[in-house]
């Protein structure tokens, strides 16, 4: 591989896809600057300002409204947006790996307290994440957590943070699932926001809103915890749930499990042995380190495999409009500084709008997965009906129907400043934009399209720009070859 060509790979797995504009970003860097740049996101400019409370505002209303969907949304344009595009896919793995969904949950606040503990221990210890996540509300609710009590423990929690989050089936014993429950009683919900009373509810969560208070937070109740003497995995003792969590972290299962989880969201799909064990011993030398397991992985020769990964929906739609360099925009239609009281820019709502809406239809809504063990990913997503949507999301983006096509007209702005000759010129510009590779009889194909929907005289306005490159789109988009990444 060349160096233009690793850190297009490092783009790819560690952001939403290497865009022309993001490998112009990048490249002056060298791989290694790149790859620092990208593990080390905490120094950088996030350039990203919007308030989720901003979208649970309507114009014209004077209500707040708290329902997840619009963390959700508010969620979908931060990955867009952020400068930092690891933090964002690192939250979006933990989001997978430590699943909780926000139907059962409903509550808008808790899962946005959820999503930023993922956010903000993403790169750091996995012992640190897993004690964090354990005591957001919005697991407690989802696990049962909050319903298990001395004398009456709900073994709910205690068994998925066993099979899913840490040691993996078979590495535990039914009775270790008991004697954790009991370790994990007392744990429960404060609904701060309903405390003054319902009655008071829009005036409590709007006040919480403007001085940054929790509506909803972790406590625990002594008189409800079991303190007997418990053993797990046998340890022997007056186990308490953060005691569980220890030993749960440090076990050597755990690191196997984390590491083959991360190389194959970040890597392949395909775990070989011997980068998981590699990867583990790191995680064990480190402390549970996940910066340091992401660095090591890029050292192990199968990581550089290119186009072994299925894309997501989200990897499909946030890394397509991302790709449309969009986000100076939409910082610029949103202004400064962000008031969290009132309601987001129209833009920007429907660009949540168009995000969430996609994905979903995909069968991908962030912070709604299908059950406590995630998403199956992988192969699961082509599908004649994903097909069928990734088609037709060119004709969406590209405004083909609508009264405006304002991408459409930004694209072919920004085509026509590399001073095109031809019409092939015109296509592979665009699958530069859209980081695709195809073989040259697909790309004639291409061209054949971008003629027969107008060609470069197309270029003259935006309406009939949208014809044109949405044919060029809609090709790309359901070739074998873009699904992979």
Not at 42 to 64: A, I, L, R, T
Not at 97 to 110: I, Q, R, T
Request: proline share 6%.
């Amino acid at each position: 591989m060349t160096p233009r060509e690793k850190i297009a790979h490092l783009l790819r797995r560690f952001a939403f896809g290497a865009s022309n504009w993001e490998l112009a970003l990048y490249e002056p860097l060298g791989v290694e600057g790149t790859l620092d740049r990208l593990l080390n996101y905490e120094k950088q400019d996030e350039g990203f300002n919007v308030s989720p409370w901003e979208y649970c505002f309507e114009e014209g209303k004077d209500e707040v409204y708290l329902d997840p969907f619009r963390i959700a949304g508010w969620w979908t344009v931060r990955m867009l947006m952020s400068q930092r595009p690891l933090e964002q896919r690192l939250t979006l793995f933990w989001h997978t790996h430590f699943a909780v969904g926000a139907d059962k949950v409903e509550f808008g606040p808790a899962m946005l307290s959820y999503l930023e503990t993922l956010r903000t221990n993403a790169s750091g210890k996995f012992y640190t994440l897993l004690k964090s996540v354990a005591k957001e509300p919005a697991m407690l609710r989802y696990l049962d957590g909050d319903a298990n009590q001395v004398g009456h423990p709900n073994e709910n929690f205690a068994r998925e943070v066993m099979e899913l989050f840490t040691l993996g089936a078979g590495h535990y014993s039914e009775q270790d699932v008991k004697e954790a429950a009991r370790a994990f009683t007392g744990w429960g919900i404060r609904y701060l926001v309903f405390e003054p009373g319902a009655e008071k509810l829009q005036e409590t969560a709007k006040a919480c809103i403007i001085t940054n208070r929790p509506m909803i937070a972790f406590c625990t109740t002594p008189m409800l915890h079991d303190d007997g003497v418990k053993t797990v995995l046998n340890r022997t003792g007056k186990l308490d749930g953060d005691d569980v969590l220890d030993i749960l972290a440090a076990r050597p299962e755990t690191a196997q499990r984390v590491c083959k989880k991360l190389w194959q969201f970040f890597a392949s799909a395909d775990a070989p042995d011997s980068a998981v064990q590699r990867l583990a011993g790191k995680f064990t030398a480190t402390g549970g380190d996940i910066k340091a397991v992401l660095r090591e992985m890029t050292s192990i020769d199968n990581f550089w495999q290119p186009r072994t990964q299925v894309k997501s929906p989200c990897d499909f739609v946030v890394g397509n409009v991302r790709a449309l360099k969009v986000h100076g925009l939409l910082e610029t239609l949103h202004g400064k500084p962000s008031k969290p009281n009132e309601p987001v820019p129209k833009p920007l709502r429907d660009t949540a709008g168009l995000l969430a809406g996609t994905m979903y239809g995909q069968g991908m809504l962030p912070l709604f997965p299908p059950n406590v063990a995630g998403w199956e990913g992988g192969s699961h997503w082509i599908t004649t009906s994903n097909m069928l949507q990734r088609t037709k999301f060119a004709d969406l983006i590209m405004g083909v129907g609508q009264n405006d096509q304002p991408l459409a007209g930004y694209l072919a702005q920004q085509i026509a400043q590399t001073k095109p000759q031809s019409s092939k010129d015109i296509v592979r510009a665009v699958l530069a934009k859209f980081d695709a590779e195809l073989p040259d009889s697909k790309v004639n194909l291409l061209v054949q399209a971008f003629d027969k929907a107008g060609g470069p005289t197309s270029f003259a306005s935006p309406k009939t720009a949208s014809q044109s490159l949405s044919a060029v789109l809609r090709m790309l988009f359901n070739s074998p070859e873009y699904q992979m990444f």
